[in-house]
């Protein structure tokens, strides 16, 4: 949420002791400094290139980066002597800033997750850091990097089963409920569901464009390398880091999906870990998932893989770097297991009965190869619509969590009496029947409006809780 200036009651610095009824302010782990800085140390090195070096040589090159490396540890010194996090009451408040000193509340009611994630350089020190997912956030809200394993556990643990107690009491019983939180019991067990085997996610990514045409570009290397009479060394470093590029995005996947489990609690939330080089311990709660997606890329059809992802309401979408994307369910599996996580995800929806139907033969004129493969259809829990030729899509949006229903033409579609229908879910997520005949869309458009009052209506009573 957004940040507002600190109380001027409240001129403590973080380590000092709080107002009478408040807990002492915390302060992050005091290595802190020396782990953010080293990260930044990483992105200035890669930002000053090969070019650089080449043109100042190594001297002045090391030289500028051990002026800059600690002028990076000095800020994020004075950053974590500023910084301080407590509970007060029903929110979590973390306070920094030395100049422009700022306070952000965090509404417990408003935590959807908090995400435990261990980079590296956090895992080598016995560190991690907390990622706060909250209602509505477009990006993570407040990370609080670093703390020990054994602290940030336990404050993740705290502030899931504070959020639940408020989120569960009387309007008027929030501030009891969360007093109460030093006494909150542990999260409920959990009972497993699916282990990824690391061997099929390597093989996975080997099965994909990237992988599968490095060979030919090793080959234009070395061919270039022959007929060349001289290279230089700034040539031959941008061209490995060029190659390198090619790969970055399969092996970010495999570290990033390394060991994955998912797993189940009592409490109707899945909790899922995953990572290598960059561990994450996430919870996410069944009630803020929109829609599945199913997808089949090309290479993977001979294997019957297919991979999972779900749209969490109010989750921070990291943007355009898919390894690490929060909304993983299955990186690869088979349709069983498929079919498995779907029936947990959204309760009642079985993978097999669903079923689509094209669009009428007319699309052609606005897909020509890709006409067949689009479709969509209704099932008891979901509402389905696939698309895709070489990498085939199919996404499943719940009823219950349909926001809008919207009926879209074009220019070209008014002229063939098409149109698409747009199921609208929390965040802008969509689940999309492309191309449809005319009629059809507004049927179907009223048939969606339909079901989803219904599931809605079934939510909110007494014995349809989700």
């Known amino acids: 949420m957004a940040a507002s200036p600190a109380p001027p009651a409240s001129p403590a610095s973080p380590g000092s002791p709080a107002g009478p009824g408040e807990e002492p302010r915390r302060r992050l782990h005091p290595l802190s400094p020396l782990l953010r800085g080293a990260k930044s140390l990483v992105v200035i090195v890669a930002a000053m290139s090969w070019q650089t070096l080449g043109s100042v040589g190594l001297g002045v090159f090391a030289l500028l980066v051990g002026v800059l490396a ?9 950053s974590w002597l500023n910084t301080g996090y407590h509970v007060v009451g029903r929110e979590l408040r973390i306070h920094e800033g030395l100049l422009w000193r700022r306070t952000r509340a965090i509404p417990l009611e408003r935590l959807q997750s908090v995400e435990l994630v261990r980079p590296l350089l956090a895992q080598l020190a016995g560190l991690a850091e907390l990622r ?7 990006k993570t809200e407040a990370p609080l990097a670093y703390l020990s394993v054994r602290d940030a556990t336990a404050l993740r643990e705290r502030l899931l089963t504070l959020a639940r107690r408020v989120g569960a009491a009387p309007a008027g019983a929030g501030g009891e409920a969360a007093a109460a939180g030093d006494a909150a019991p542990a999260e409920a067990p959990a009972w497993q569901l699916h282990a990824v085997s690391n061997d099929d996610l390597v093989l996975s990514q080997l099965l994909t464009p990237q992988a599968m045409f490095l060979p030919f570009g090793v080959a234009f290397v070395v061919l270039q390398f022959l007929l060349e009479d001289t290279w230089s060394f700034v040539a031959i470093a941008s061209t490995l880091t060029a190659m390198a590029g090619v790969l970055l995005q399969p092996v970010r996947r495999i570290l990033s999906d390394w060991n994955f489990r998912a797993a189940r609690d009592g409490d109707d939330r899945f909790r ?17 998932i929109q829609n599945v997606q199913l997808t089949s890329p090309l290479l993977w059809r001979p294997k019957k893989w297919l991979r999972l992802r779900m749209h969490i ?13 929060g909304d993983r369910l299955l990186p690869v599996g088979d349709q069983a297991t498929a079919r498995m996580l779907l029936w947990h ?13 094209p669009p009428p033969p007319r699309t052609r004129w606005l897909h020509p190869f890709a006409w067949r493969s689009l479709g969509a ?17 199919l996404t499943l949006v719940s009823y219950a969590r349909i926001q809008s229903v919207r009926v879209v ?7 063939l009496r098409l149109a698409t229908v747009y199921a609208d879910t929390a965040g802008g997520r969509s689940g999309a029947a492309r191309d449809r005949d005319l009629d059809e869309a507004w049927r179907m458009a009223a048939e969606l409006s339909a079901r989803a009052r219904q599931a809605r209506e079934g939510l909110s009573s007494p014995h349809g809780a989700a």
Do not use: K
């Open 70 to 78: 600690i002028g990076a540890l000095v800020v994020f010194a004075v």
């Open 132 to 138: 706060l997912e909250v209602v509505g956030g477009g």
């Open 272 to 288: 899922l870990s995953y990572g290598l080089t960059e561990t994450r311990h996430q919870t996410v709660p069944l009630h803020r």
């Open 313 to 325: 309401a109010g989750a921070a979408s990291p943007g355009g770097n898919d390894a690490q994307r």
């Open 345 to 357: 995800a959204v309760p009642g929806a079985d993978l097999a009965a669903v079923h689509t139907t």
């Open 377 to 393: 259809g209704f099932a008891d829990q979901v509402f389905a619509t696939r698309s895709g030729l070489l990498t085939r899509e």
């Open 409 to 415: 033409q074009g220019p070209l579609q008014r002229r």
